[in-house]
């Protein structure tokens, strides 16, 4: 599985407008958008439309019983490999700076000096040094 890094800026032009939409264009379903473009498979294809009870996002509690995990970090942890200092280009990033959800944090991709968002109008972008957590495909 190689990374087409290349087909990440395509990918996010062609959603720069797509507002955030609970279970059609949230974070999560964007970030695995994005793996999937980079590396031809999502990176939480199993976890989508899982996180959703009629029509809204489900509770700490119901998730941590869903997916088996005490901490969102601890599930992504699980699946990718964190990175420490400067997250590399593709990289799926957490901040607490944009807007956050159940899991206290707000996942984007990060592209270089900055990391994508979902926003409420579009994608937002927040300065690299705004990033809590990295992880990347191994």
Not at 2 to 21: E, G, H, V
Not at 62 to 74: C, H, I, P, V
Request: glycine residues 10%.
């Amino acid at each position: 599985m190689s990374l087409r890094i290349n087909n990440l800026a395509p990918y996010l032009k062609s959603i720069a407008d797509t507002p955030f939409k609970w279970g059609v264009h949230d974070c999560l379903i964007f970030t695995n958008q994005a793996f999937r473009e980079m590396y031809g498979i999502g990176w939480a294809e199993d976890w989508l439309g899982r996180y959703m009870r009629d029509g809204q996002p489900m509770k700490r509690d119901d998730l941590k019983a869903e997916f088996g995990f005490a901490s969102f970090t601890k599930a992504v942890d699980a699946r990718l490999t964190r990175v420490q200092g400067v997250p590399p280009r593709g990289a799926l990033v957490t901040t607490r700076r944009a807007r956050r959800w159940v899991t206290g944090n707000a996942m984007g991709i990060a592209t270089g000096a900055k990391a994508a968002f979902v926003g409420r109008h579009g994608i937002v972008y927040h300065p690299i040094d705004t990033i809590d957590k990295a992880w990347v495909k191994t």
